[in-house]
């Protein structure tokens, strides 16, 4: 028998991008393991990534073209032919297109996080078609922003030093579920002797190791931020000599700070006025004493109305102790703004006739019921689906539902398996699986480029999103070269080799190897050199001031809370939270049993007292509801929710959760203060015993 092992890369939407290795028996993948020796993630893949070949090999994968033949959502179809699917597709996109070709949508996200089958021959289909564009603002929007501002791009501590810190602060972030490699690092720290600090509503798996954890208000981390500033320079902790050479806007902080007491903040996160306190003097005192403090701050932080300018406030915090002296020291968001990245070579902008109108696909509920008007533009009359299932992860689910419920609305899904998404599809093309193409990785939790080669054959009738997108070139009568392009010229196109950090990068080299680090400096900020306008670190942001925003950190109160809306409180007095489950990949996963089994069922997490107020009992069937709709979920008293505050992991497809509904029910489409992103912590609910 003639075994191979293969080079991959795990594609999914998760900072580690760990480097994989396939083993193939004639034809067929039979192990999945890490790569020991890739430096960041060492050999070890999660629960998930280790049944990839469950999720591979699965009965249920679509592995041939389909035709609705149900109603839009009831998901009955029958198998076509590629050639039949083609042609009907093209045939709908050029009559609409020949009237308004903004009428058509792609919608995508990181189904996978591949350079190649995510952005390239996709891109380029729809420039040349004339499409609308999609603003790709579903999860990272706001606080890329906001850390842009202040820092200038996503570019923070490395994750390879994060074991030498001295202290960690883990905020809104839950690592031992979704950065597994990072956790690792912050483990490795504690055994040498740090103190590991989760900032966070919810006792989640990471909080609860954590030497302390401050169980803040949701939306309330500016404020939280502010109030340290405020103790750091009153008791002088911070450090003159960083701040005067590599920040601006010092005095003005200093006065913003001033209306911070630590009483104020502690009053406005529901948290006691010493865990304030305490916390900015260990920050503080830590540093003074010549140690290496770190924050880890990430998505949780985001999701609420004023989510751009709290990751933008807690920014300031490691210049201001001159934590970015030692490369164990600062602050990381996300590494992905030390890529290189080719972007216009794969999606060629320059194939757009004209500026075409943009979408939010964080609004799409609404965008697919509005009617043409001149401010809208056309009426949307195409969807292209692919690497992602709004149905399912998009807010205010009931409206996406209805939108594309509509049945003069033509849509086309890409997947692996009939998600909540493919049920109210016409046309579903079979997708191939990581394991069946190529692809070329940046990675947003280190500082590795990565090649993915193909180990196996597609599955059934399967087809890469590129080649799709190439077929579908041809029969629209694009000649343009670009088309012809083959998935390893586009993954060789990915890195762009005449930036001094990818100046020793060879494609060829990199897919024999799997990886290879960008060439940067261990400690990025050390000596100034912040790539935002003045090269500092901006307590002060004139960009911030042009924009219509505060140039100065400051707390933006959620649109749902208690202190900000008593009125929808009194309806609805819990703050409902639905980050990521451990053992799913936002929707992924969600349909392989043996990770299904391990979540169970839909749960939601409420204190006792809530529990009690309600008369609900633990186990209890509960149905969580506002104003914009419900879902039911078996309630789990427990202490890790803080009173006041539920939470529903996610995201469940829909069709496997008992009422057909998942959290999205419930969440928003109001976006945040900038970035345009969704607000899906800045909920509020009731909850209330399931009538039998
Ligand atoms: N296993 C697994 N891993 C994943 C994912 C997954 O679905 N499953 N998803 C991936 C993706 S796409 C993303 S974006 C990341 C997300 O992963 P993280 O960046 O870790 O973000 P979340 O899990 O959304 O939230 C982290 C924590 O923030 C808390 N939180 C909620 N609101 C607030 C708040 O207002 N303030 C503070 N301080 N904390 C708050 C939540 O309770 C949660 O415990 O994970 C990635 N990794
Ligand atoms: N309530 C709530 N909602 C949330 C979140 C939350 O925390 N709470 N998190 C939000 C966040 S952070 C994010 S990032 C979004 C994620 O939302 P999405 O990006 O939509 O992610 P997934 O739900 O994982 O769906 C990705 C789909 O892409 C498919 N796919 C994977 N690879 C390929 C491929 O090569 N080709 C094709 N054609 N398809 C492929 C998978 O089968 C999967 O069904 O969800 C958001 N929604
Ligand atoms: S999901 Fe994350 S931790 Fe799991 S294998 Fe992929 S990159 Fe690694
Ligand atoms: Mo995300």
Not at 181 to 203: C, N, S
Not at 518 to 533: C, H, N, Q
Not at 648 to 669: C, H, I, P, Y
Request: charged content about 20%; hydrophobic content about 40%.
């Amino acid at each position: 028998m003639k075994s191979t092992q293969v080079r991959a890369v795990c594609p999914h939407d998760c900072p580690d991008t760990c480097a994989l290795l396939v083993t193939v028996q004639d034809g067929v993948a039979t192990e999945i393991k890490g790569d020991p020796e890739h430096p960041p993630t060492g050999g070890v893949l999660c629960t998930k990534v280790a049944r990839y070949l469950e999720r591979t090999y699965h009965p249920e994968r679509l592995l041939y073209p389909l035709r609705r033949v149900g109603k839009k959502g009831e998901g009955k179809f029958e198998r076509i032919s590629w050639d039949d699917a083609l042609t009907a597709i093209a045939t709908r996109l050029k009559c609409i297109s020949s009237r308004a070709p903004e009428a058509i949508l792609p919608y995508s996200y990181c189904g996978t996080m591949g350079l190649v089958q995510g952005e390239s021959m996709s891109s380029r289909f729809f420039h040349q078609l004339g499409a609308s564009l999609l603003d790709r603002t579903i999860c990272a929007s706001a606080g890329a922003t906001g850390y842009r501002y202040t820092i200038g791009a996503s570019v923070g501590t490395d994750l390879e030093q994060f074991q030498n810190s001295k202290l960690i602060l883990i905020w809104g972030a839950n690592p031992i579920a979704s950065n597994l490699h990072f956790w690792t690092r912050a483990q490795e720290a504690k055994r040498r002797g740090a103190r590991l600090i989760a900032i966070d509503p919810y006792r989640s798996l990471t909080a609860e190791k954590c030497h302390q954890h401050i169980a803040l208000l949701p939306g309330t981390d500016a404020a939280l931020a502010l109030g340290m500033m405020h103790v750091l320079i009153a008791e002088d902790l911070v450090d003159h000599d960083y701040i005067a050479r590599y920040s601006l806007g010092f005095e003005a902080l200093k006065q913003r700070a001033a209306e911070w007491p630590p009483e104020r903040a502690a009053d406005l996160c529901g948290i006691s006025v010493t865990e304030v306190v305490d916390l900015a003097c260990v920050f503080g005192h830590t540093a003074k004493d010549g140690h290496p403090v770190s924050i880890r701050t990430n998505y949780g932080v985001q999701r609420v109305r004023g989510g751009g300018m709290a990751v933008r406030t807690i920014a300031c915090l490691p210049a201001l102790i001159g934590a970015w002296r030692h490369p164990a020291g600062g602050i990381l968001l996300s590494s992905s703004g030390s890529f290189p990245i080719n972007h216009g070579a794969l999606q060629r902008p320059d194939l757009r006739m004209r500026q075409p109108r943009t979408i939010n696909m964080s609004t799409i509920g609404d965008d697919l019921l509005r009617d043409s008007s001149p401010a809208f533009g056309p009426k949307v009359e195409a969807v292209i689906v692919y690497n992602s299932n709004p149905l399912a992860i998009a807010p205010d689910s009931a409206k996406v539902a209805r939108g594309f419920a509509r049945e003069d609305l033509f849509t086309v899904v890409l997947e692996h398996f009939q998600t909540d998404t493919v049920d109210y599809a016409d046309i579903v093309l079979p997708a191939t699986t990581q394991l069946e193409h190529v692809d070329a990785h940046a990675a947003y939790g280190h500082l590795y480029m990565m090649a993915n080669n193909a180990a196996i054959a597609p599955m059934g009738e399967a087809k890469a999103n590129t080649e799709v997108f190439r077929l579908l070139a041809e029969r629209m009568g694009f000649d343009n070269p670009c088309f012809k392009e083959s998935d390893e010229a586009l993954a060789a196109q990915a890195f762009n080799a005449r930036d001094a950090r990818a100046i020793h990068l060879d494609w060829e080299a990199l897919k024999q190897k799997g990886w290879q680090k960008l060439r940067v400096v261990d400690a990025p900020f050390a000596e100034g050199g912040f790539p935002t306008a003045s090269g500092k670190c901006e307590f002060y942001s004139a960009a911030m001031a042009e924009d219509g925003l505060d140039p100065l950190p400051t707390h933006i109160a959620p649109y749902e809370s208690l202190a900000s809306n008593p009125m929808l409180a009194a309806k609805y007095p819990l703050a409902m939270l639905s980050p990521p489950a451990r053992n799913f990949l936002n929707s992924t996963f969600v349909n392989v049993k043996s990770l299904r089994s391990l979540e169970g069922e839909p749960q939601l997490d409420m204190h006792p007292d809530d529990g009690a107020a309600r008369g609900i009992v633990d186990g209890a069937m509960v149905r969580i509801f506002n104003d914009r709709g419900s879902f039911v979920a078996k309630a789990r008293l427990t202490s890790k929710a803080r009173v006041g505050v539920v939470i529903g992991l996610s995201v469940w497809w829909k069709k496997l959760a008992r009422d057909g509904k998942n959290a999205n029910e419930v969440t928003s489409q109001r976006l945040t203060d900038m970035g345009r992103a969704p607000t899906f912590y800045d909920t509020l609910v009731q909850v209330e015993t399931l009538a039998a």
